[in-house]
T-cell receptor, first 113, second 110 residues
Framework: GAGVSQSPSNKVTEKGKDVELRCDPISGHTALYWYRQSLGQGLEFLIYFQGNSAPDKSGLPSDRFSAERTGGSVSTLTIQRTQQEDSAVYLC???????????FGPGTRLTVT | KNEVEQSPQNLTAQEGEFITINCSYSVGISALHWLQQHPGGGIVSLFMLSSGKKKHGRLIATINIQEKHSSLHITASHPRDSAVYIC????????????FGEGTQLTVNP
């Protein structure tokens, strides 16, 4: 079946612009996660959605970052007024629930110039 | 000190060798994940475990909750096993979030 998909695969933007990154989770997966992997760095948790519960936003690095999940399916991560330090690969993952293994998407490589 | 420490950071092996990657953590956990990241960047979940041992093909993962330690073993290693292996934990106090180790870069030479 279809896995987790993300779009775009690559995004180059100018400093100060807003960007939107999209994640389509596996159908039926109630849990959705966003992670970030900066060049040469480990994975970093950003935000987590579980069903209709309030999202866990504890990993968002600043108020320029926000995310939403519409209809319990597709999620969008928005970065406002991008900075060069936002350059990274942004990964989305989904799972049946928090206690199940996570399936990762291919990521969106964001470059802020 | 990071909550999740992996060793070694880099590992080079010859095809056929038995490989062990270690993960130590400092918090109480509800689950530990082993992930594989290929050179192209894609991440695959290998194991999720909270006790004991799991085996999938040539891969074996073990965890000792009392010692706060997990190991990932690869038997009969192959060049296609070359990847970054990442340990991640979900702690009792962190809710849903995973905390990741820095990863172990494995290179298996033919």
């Amino acid at each position: 079946g279809a896995g987790v998909s993300q779009s775009p695969s690559n995004k180059v933007t100018e400093k100060g612009k807003d960007v939107e990154l999209r994640c389509d989770p596996i159908s039926g997966h109630t849990a959705l996660y966003w992670y970030r992997q900066s060049l040469g760095q480990g994975l970093e948790f950003l935000i987590y959605f579980q069903g209709n519960s309030a999202p866990d936003k504890s990993g968002l690095p600043s108020d320029r970052f926000s995310a939403e999940r519409t209809g319990g399916s597709v999620s969008t991560l928005t970065i406002q007024r991008t900075q060069q330090e936002d350059s990274a690969v942004y990964l989305c993952a989904s799972s049946l629930a928090v206690t199940y293994e996570q399936y990762f998407g291919p990521g969106t490589r964001l470059t802020v110039t | 000190k990071n909550e999740v420490e992996q060793s070694p950071q880099n590992l080079t092996a010859q095809e056929g060798e038995f490989i062990t990657i270690n993960c130590s953590y400092s918090v109480g956990i509800s689950a530990l994940h082993w992930l594989q990241q290929h050179p192209g960047g894609g991440i695959v979940s290998l194991f999720m475990l909270s006790s004991g041992k799991k085996k999938h093909g040539r891969l074996i993962a073990t965890i000792n909750i009392q010692e706060k330690h997990s190991s990932l073993h690869i038997t009969a290693s192959h060049p296609r096993d070359s990847a970054v292996y990442i340990c991640a934990v979900r702690s009792w106090t962190s809710g849903s979030r995973l905390t990741f180790g820095e990863g172990t870069q494995l290179t298996v030479n033919p």
